[in-house]
């Protein structure tokens, strides 16, 4: 597979451009640094969109055997969490920095618009690999439960501050404490009721964006 044979959407490309410029712009105009790293956020959120990308290209040219198709699907899905995730950032938005306050709202809101249309293109492509071999119903109750594991890798990475690759780096904890949650819900309360709110966000948001795209096919 080639790497032309990945499509990024124009609006993504342009939106990715804002917000890299914001940023840029925010340490020349305010000499900081602070929010640098929502561009490492972002190329977080382009890793299952390429994943995705090439999972889809192999499917399409029924190439894509059942290994590829497993560790492939893994991969993507404990990195899909990352693209929703940076509309968490919000909270790293100070009101004791008043000058910058307004300025930092729209970097914040340019690179989480950027890692939400991401992973509705991401979950798009996996939706229509799972489509291939499963019927609607089916296909639909897949893409909730990866919406859901999408949900609660948000909390994760929000409250506990996990990242993605900690399965692998810090393997005993991570499992422990995701234990603990499901062995003990009612110490974590919140846990539960912030996957919920993320899954929510993420499934109606899901929607509307599938059905603004087929309004635009049917008007053309």
Not at 47 to 63: D, G, H, T
Not at 175 to 187: A, H, S
């Given at each position: 597979?080639?790497?032309?044979?990945?499509?990024?959407?124009?609006?993504?490309?342009?939106?990715?451009?804002?917000?890299?410029?914001?940023?840029?712009?925010?340490?020349?105009?305010?000499?900081?640094?602070?929010?640098?790293?929502?561009?490492?956020?972002?190329?977080?959120?382009?890793?299952?969109?390429?994943?995705?990308?090439?999972?889809?290209?192999?499917?399409?040219?029924?190439?894509?055997?059942?290994?590829?198709?497993?560790?492939?699907?893994?991969?993507?899905?404990?990195?899909?969490?990352?693209?929703?995730?940076?509309?968490?950032?919000?909270?790293?938005?100070?009101?004791?920095?008043?000058?910058?306050?307004?300025?930092?709202?729209?970097?914040?809101?340019?690179?989480?618009?950027?890692?939400?249309?991401?992973?509705?293109?991401?979950?798009?492509?996996?939706?229509?690999?799972i489509h291939i071999k499963y019927n609607n119903k089916t296909t639909s109750l897949i893409i909730?439960?990866?919406?859901?594991?999408?949900?609660?890798?948000?909390?994760?990475?929000?409250f506990m501050r996990f990242n993605s690759w900690d399965i692998f780096s810090n393997t005993s904890?991570?499992?422990?404490?995701?234990?603990?949650?499901?062995?003990?819900?009612?110490?974590?309360?919140?846990?539960?009721?912030?996957?919920?709110?993320?899954?929510?966000?993420?499934?109606?948001?899901?929607?509307?964006?599938?059905?603004?795209?087929?309004?635009?096919?049917?008007?053309?």
């Open positions: 597979m080639d790497i032309k044979h990945i499509y990024f959407p124009k609006q993504i490309l342009i939106l990715l451009l804002l917000a890299v410029i914001l940023n840029i712009g925010r340490v020349l105009i305010f000499h900081s640094n602070y929010f640098i790293y929502l561009i490492w956020n972002i190329f977080l959120a382009v890793i299952p969109f390429i994943l995705s990308s090439v999972l889809l290209w192999y499917a399409n040219n029924k190439k894509l055997n059942k290994t590829l198709l497993i560790i492939g699907g893994v991969f993507w899905l404990l990195l899909i969490p990352n693209a929703p995730y940076i509309i968490t950032d919000i909270i790293h938005l100070n009101h004791n920095h008043i000058p910058s306050l307004l300025y930092d709202t729209f970097l914040v809101f340019s690179s989480a618009w950027v890692g939400l249309l991401l992973g509705m293109y991401s979950i798009s492509h996996i939706e229509k690999i909730a439960f990866i919406m859901l594991t999408t949900s609660f890798g948000m909390y994760l990475g929000r904890y991570f499992f422990t404490n995701i234990f603990r949650i499901i062995l003990k819900p009612y110490n974590y309360v919140d846990a539960y009721l912030y996957t919920l709110l993320f899954f929510v966000f993420i499934y109606v948001s899901y929607k509307a964006w599938k059905y603004s795209l087929i309004e635009q096919k049917s008007n053309t």
